[in-house]
């Protein structure tokens, strides 16, 4: 019989709330941990997450670094945005890189944080990129035959009708049930650590922050991330680190982990560890934070 060791996962709550006013008036909000004058590291979160779970806060604060959560629009304390796509999240987000100062930044996709971490690096808006966990271009034609059947389903509506494909998940979403979806999901070693004290209660309130003005942000962000991705990765030039658990049993994560991603990055690195799952973000927080900003 196999032995699923314990995984605990810390989490702090975020030492600081942050709300900027953006050009068209609208409002975005994001979570801070670590020095207040450290590098910035920008955390795309997970599907219907806000940004008050934050990953790696020891780390954070040894390496001097500031770990940055946006909420992104729709969700949590941030405005909706009516045309929200990876292009104008990339624009938000680089209002606040020269309003604050943020020139040096770093970025984590994590999960569906993947494709708008890598809006960032298209973008050049940062310096490099970490990919954890991280949903792929699933729409790519060199995914179709390793894709889940329920997930191909998905793009597939996608590509039909975008927009009624966003209705429909606006009707049905709700935090509790992304939150069961997560766990129904998950491998043994991950519902190990998110079914533990206090992960499980910082991860579902993140949800239900991400929910607070409706399912409609996080209907939104998925129809983004399924439908081909508004860049090319190709040209992504900096570098970018692909982490991936050997045990994750997702299937809306990359379903060859990472493989065709870093072939298809010029500048890519490639770790896949045996001994982890999803929640590799957590558990192997310093050595991504520590690669992500060592050049």
Request: aromatic share 8%.
């Amino acid at each position: 019989m196999d032995v699923v060791v314990m995984n605990v996962i810390s989490t702090r709550p975020a030492e600081r709330r942050e709300q900027m006013r953006l050009r068209d008036g609208r409002s975005l909000g994001w979570y801070e941990w670590g020095s207040s004058d450290g590098r910035a590291v920008l955390f795309c979160t997970g599907a219907g997450m806000s940004g008050s779970l934050g990953f790696g806060e020891n780390d954070i604060s040894a390496l001097d670094l500031k770990l940055i959560a946006p909420d992104r629009p729709g969700l949590g304390s941030s405005d909706p945005h009516p045309q929200k796509t990876l292009i104008t999240w990339a624009e938000d987000i680089e209002q606040v890189i020269k309003a604050r100062g943020l020139e040096d930044a770093v970025a984590v996709g994590f999960s569906q944080g993947a494709p708008f971490a890598l809006a960032l690096a298209s973008k050049r808006l940062v310096h490099a990129v970490a990919i954890v966990s991280g949903q792929d271009e699933l729409a790519h034609p060199q995914l179709a035959s390793s894709v889940h059947p329920e997930v191909a389903k998905m793009v597939a509506a996608v590509r039909r009708d975008p927009p009624a494909f966003e209705r429909h998940f606006s009707t049905v979403a709700t935090p509790e049930g992304l939150w069961q979806l997560i766990i129904g999901m998950s491998c043994e070693r991950d519902r190990a650590g998110y079914l533990t004290q206090p992960f499980t209660d910082a991860y579902r309130c993140c949800l239900r922050e991400g929910f607070s003005q409706g399912p409609e942000g996080y209907a939104r962000d998925l129809m983004i991330a399924l439908r081909p991705w508004p860049f090319e990765i190709e040209k992504i030039t900096i570098r970018a680190d692909l982490w991936y658990g050997g045990l994750d049993t997702s299937t809306v994560h990359s379903p060859d982990f990472g493989a065709t991603l870093a072939a298809r990055l010029p500048n890519a690195s490639r770790t896949v560890d045996p001994a982890e799952g999803g929640s590799i973000l957590w558990t192997r927080a310093g050595d991504i934070l520590r690669r992500l900003t060592s050049r």
